[in-house]
């Protein structure tokens, strides 16, 4: 088990994607379900700025930054206690060599090597991250400082802060495909702000043979700045039914 981390979330931006349920369950692997919010699955990129980032009880100074992102989508899944919420993280991409290394190994989650641009300014944002592959690939523009906007999935932002706040343990497939391992981050609060989004192009979710034409479509857009955190590792990770995903 890896020790218990801590460190500030600099930065974490949520854009979300409404995704049509038969789709999406054919894209997670059993027992895990696509959790459904009025009538469609949510899926999305999670990108965060981690900094300071240590063992529990060890120097601010002697912590690492990162730039990350995760592909992933809310589902529900058995646990002793009875169905619980998490998300599944069919990816992720890092600019840290270190986490690149250690990540599936050391601690839990497997990830690739990717590029980050980032631009950010009072009250604009932009951002490019260039996959390893290429099949990851994501541009974002983007204004802070508005007002929410209604959208298919949260009629308001308490809705959309709720909802992910209960999600907040992320499964993924271990490095030798034999599995998945879990981590739950937890955060000092769940402070978010709405992004307006003027572009945004993700090489995952406009790839019409994983979501054919009318199977999803961009919702919305949160961030998130300045929150402490720690991330624990899962001892009560669902067994997969066959193969992993």
């Known amino acids: ?14 854009l979300n994607w409404w995704i049509e349920p038969e789709v999406a369950r054919r894209l997670v692997p059993e027992p895990f379900e696509p959790a459904i919010v009025n009538g ?3 899926g999305g990129i999670c990108l965060i700025r981690l900094e300071q980032v240590r063992p529990v009880g060890m120097s ?16 529900r899944y058995p646990s002793a206690g009875g169905m619980r919420d998490g998300v599944y993280i069919w990816r992720r991409d890092t600019g840290s060599l270190i986490n690149t290394l250690l990540g599936g190994r050391v601690f839990p989650g497997v990830h690739y090597d990717a590029e980050f641009q980032i631009a950010e300014e009072e009250d604009a944002l932009g951002l490019r991250v260039l996959s390893n592959d290429g099949s990851t690939d994501v541009t974002l523009h983007a204004r802070t400082g508005v007002p929410w906007k209604w959208s298919l999935l949260f009629p308001q932002l308490t809705d959309a802060a709720s909802f992910f706040e209960r ?29 307006a989004v ?3 192009r993700s090489a995952f979710f406009d790839n019409d043979k994983r979501f054919p034409r009318g199977a999803a479509g961009f919702d919305s857009a949160v961030i998130m700045r300045g929150i402490p955190h720690t991330w624990h590792e899962l001892k009560d990770v669902p067994a997969l039914a066959g ?3």
Request: hydrophobic share 50%; net charge negative.
């Open 167 to 195: 999600g907040a343990r992320g499964f993924s497939c271990r490095l030798d495909g034999g599995g998945v391992e879990g981590v739950e981050l937890r955060q000092q609060h769940w402070e978010m702000s709405p992004l």
């Open 60 to 75: 601010a100074a002697l912590g690492i930054s990162s730039e990350n992102m995760a592909h992933r989508i809310a589902v």
């Open 198 to 200: 003027e572009d945004v």
């Open 243 to 245: 193969a992993a995903a």
């Open 1 to 14: 088990m890896m020790p218990a981390l801590e460190g500030i979330i600099a930065r974490r931006i949520l």
């Open 40 to 42: 469609l699955a949510v």
